[in-house]
């Protein structure tokens, strides 16, 4: 799988649209993007995942760069229960759901 | 809206004994996974499950681990002989394919004395 680099922490006004950036520029020709996250210490939850075009559903969308380097996961209206952990996860489509979590970046939808 | 349980949600035991953690995925789902995160640290891959078998395995799922879906509706995943580094919450989660979403439980926090 590709590597993945994010932000270790952001922070984002409450409200305000949150835009979480990650790169993978070793990313292949067959491999998705996924984006989940991780409230607390709950399961991770499933958000959003896109090949190449831009993605949009009732939680999010995906912006992926023309050469799919990098991607933002855009969070429109952030809550406070946003709040959590976002994991930006490179995947190849038959690889299966053995999915590799890094890091992650941290965001703190503030008041 | 349909979900994957699990219990219990947290479960101490001490060293050296059997642990057996349970689940029940989505109904319609067909493929069964358990993650596992130690406290402060990423969350691992231990093993996927479809048609009654292992497809797949990380290198933590050694011996001392089992899977089994021993009716319909149970998913479990069984610890024989628990270490102090096996204290971790254990999320198990489920999928109608290999791919896109996957749908995870809450956890079942084990501790190990």
């Known amino acids: 799988d590709a590597k993945t680099t994010q932000p270790p922490s952001m922070d984002c006004a409450e409200g305000r649209a949150a835009n979480l950036p990650c790169n993978h520029s070793t990313i292949s020709g067959n491999e998705y993007v996924y984006w989940y996250r991780q409230i607390h210490s709950q399961g991770p939850q499933y958000i959003i995942h896109g090949l190449k075009n831009n993605e949009t559903n009732e939680m999010a969308s995906l912006i992926i760069t023309e050469d799919r380097k990098s991607s933002t996961l855009i969070l429109p209206h952030a809550t406070l229960r946003d709040t959590a952990v976002y994991y930006c996860?490179?995947?190849?489509?038959?690889?299966?759901?053995?999915?590799?979590f890094g890091g992650g970046t941290r965001l703190m939808v503030k008041p | 809206e349909p979900e994957v349980t699990q219990t219990p949600s947290h479960q101490v035991t001490q060293m050296g004994q059997e642990v057996i953690l349970r689940c029940v995925p989505i109904?319609?789902?067909?493929?069964f996974y358990w993650y596992r995160q130690i406290l402060g640290q990423k969350v691992e891959f231990l093993v996927s499950?479809?048609?009654?078998?292992?497809?797949?395995k990380s290198e933590i799922f050694d011996d001392q681990f089992s899977v089994e879906r021993p009716d319909g509706s149970n998913f479990t995943l069984k610890i024989r002989s628990t270490k102090l580094e096996d204290s971790a919450m254990y999320f198990c989660?489920?999928?109608?394919?290999?791919?896109?979403?996957?749908?995870f439980g809450e956890g079942s926090r084990l501790t190990v004395l």
């Open positions: 109904s319609n789902h067909l493929y």
């Open positions: 499950f479809y048609n009654n078998e292992i497809s797949e």
């Open positions: 996860i490179v995947r190849a489509q038959e690889a299966g759901n053995m999915l590799t």
């Open positions: 989660a489920s999928s109608v394919q290999t791919t896109g979403e996957l749908f």
